[in-house]
């Protein structure tokens, strides 16, 4: 254990780092502070100074100097000099400095010992991200008139800010929602080409007679046919089963030579029972789909 005696304001700098370590906050580098004191008189006809370290309060009452210096283990980051005295010898400042520099490495090599390193930050603890993407994708991720971004705000409930140099800050409650967002800019600034027997939480876009239009990612829609929804029974109308605004887990079944995507609902046993179950309800809703609260009934 380490007590800081000199300077609750250079405590509170240690406290702050691994305050900030333990909740998983990622650091650039631990900040530590130590408070410097002064002690000066006449020797033989000279004036002589003796630098006190992690000063007490009699010391700091009575001394000639309350110097605060904060930092890691490479910077000084801040610094606070009050002195009583008219002027201080620039080498008297100077092995001040180095004496709290030795001071705040071993404070550092402390703290260290009890946490060196951010923790897992909490699933649920808000948090702001930053990414980057290319200079020329800044106006894909906007869209006409904000369209795509306003859309990836609305559906994943982050707060996006971006950068002309294509630095984007994502704001948001937590880290479901906070990587929600940065998958849907990232499929958009940084694509990846999908793959058969890939899976995802899609949104239906559009019907057709034939089938409905998913929505995987930004700018990519398969097509999951009408004789893919009912569960090897007959579907007359999509709309009977589909409609738009619904959420389906669907996954990739092909992709033909033209890059257009057919898809295939995802079923698991737990959707086959919860089909059984609630067949009164809705005699052929396919598995994985869930409604949108918002689509008027």
């Known amino acids: 254990a380490l007590g800081s005696n000199g300077s609750t304001s250079m405590g509170s700098v240690c406290a702050s780092t691994m305050g900030l370590l333990n909740a998983g906050v990622p650091l650039k580098a631990p900040v530590a502070g130590i408070a410097m004191g002064l002690v000066s008189g006449e020797v033989d006809g000279r004036t002589e100074y003796v630098a006190l370290t992690d000063i007490l309060g009699a010391e700091d009452a009575f001394g000639d100097m309350d110097f605060k210096v904060a930092g890691t283990r490479d910077f000084i980051t801040a610094l606070q000099l009050d002195t009583k005295l008219d002027g201080l010898p620039s080498d008297v400042l100077a092995a001040a400095l180095k004496q709290a520099r030795d001071a705040r490495l071993t404070i550092l090599d402390v703290m260290a010992e009890a946490i060196d390193g951010p923790d897992e930050m909490s699933p649920y603890a808000p948090r702001i991200t930053t990414m980057k993407i290319p200079v020329d994708k800044i106006g894909e991720v906007i869209g006409p008139k904000g369209k795509m971004i306003n859309s990836i705000t609305e559906e994943t409930g982050a707060e996006i800010t971006i950068e002309d140099d294509g ?40 019907t057709a007679a034939f089938g409905a239009f998913v929505s995987l990612l930004p700018g990519k829609d398969g097509l999951l046919h009408i004789s893919k929804l009912g569960n090897g029974k007959r579907i007359d109308k999509v709309e009977d089963v589909l409609n738009v605004g619904d959420k389906i887990r669907v996954e990739i079944a092909d992709i033909d030579q033209r890059g257009k995507i057919s898809l295939e609902i995802v079923r698991d046993d737990k959707d086959d029972a919860k089909d059984a179950g609630a067949g009164n309800a809705k005699k052929d809703a396919p598995a994985g789909r869930s409604r949108s609260r918002s689509r008027s009934r």
Do not use: S
């Open 167 to 206: 630095t984007i800050y994502v704001g948001a409650n937590d880290g479901a929602a906070a990587q929600a967002a940065i998958d849907k800019i990232n499929a958009i600034a940084n694509p990846q080409l999908p793959k058969v027997g890939e899976r995802y939480l899609g949104t239906v876009v559009k």
